[in-house]
């Protein structure tokens, strides 16, 4: 499976290859793109639930990632939220 870059640059959903056994037995709803665009909505809205919940946590990890590269910031944790 390959993914795709929108015209933005960033990624999208892969396209289906109709050859792979994995794809095989699809319904028509599958096959006209619906089936793949309910996916990616269903992705972004778990992507969105868990950087809400985890906020603090990827936050505080990012400011330990970035003085350790940086040692010498001015970025807060209100800079990085």
Known sequence: MVARRSSSGGMTSPET??????TEGNSALEQDGFYMFKKDSQRRMTL???LTQDETNICE?????????????ALTMVNIK
């Open 17 to 22: 290859d109709p050859t792979n056994p994995r």
């Open 48 to 50: 969105s639930k868990v």
């Open 61 to 73: 990890h990012w400011k330990e990632a970035i003085e350790a590269d940086l040692r010498d910031t």
